[in-house]
């Protein structure tokens, strides 16, 4: 799934795609029971670790190399995180 969408933002660049929106299916807890009316009981901010990893990949990807990929929590309460790629070059 993140090679997929790293490849698709890379087609979309190319293409002259400034901005874009992508989703990620995010993996439910192996702790979930299907009964559960909520499978997030951290909500948001649950949902936001656990997406981390899946994120970063999909950065490193795109940026390509040995990019080196920052995190800045923007605001905890909302679990609203900014991931920043950096590449060895400039036009990376």
């Known amino acids: ?8 933002l890379c087609q979309a660049k190319e293409g002259g795609f400034k901005r874009t929106t ?8 192996p702790t979930v029971d299907p009964a559960d009316l909520d499978p997030w009981p951290g909500g948001i901010r649950q949902v ?3 997406a981390q990893p899946l994120l970063e ?3 490193k990807a795109v ?7 920052r995190s800045t929590v923007v605001d905890a309460e909302s679990g609203c995180i ?8 400039g036009k990376n």
């Open 22 to 29: 992508v989703n990620l299916k995010i993996p439910e807890l």
């Open 57 to 59: 990949s999909l950065v």
């Open 48 to 50: 936001s670790r656990e």
């Open 63 to 69: 940026v390509g190399g040995s990019s080196t990929v």
């Open 82 to 89: 900014q991931y920043v790629g950096e590449g060895e070059k």
């Open 1 to 8: 799934m993140v090679a997929d969408a790293a490849n698709s």
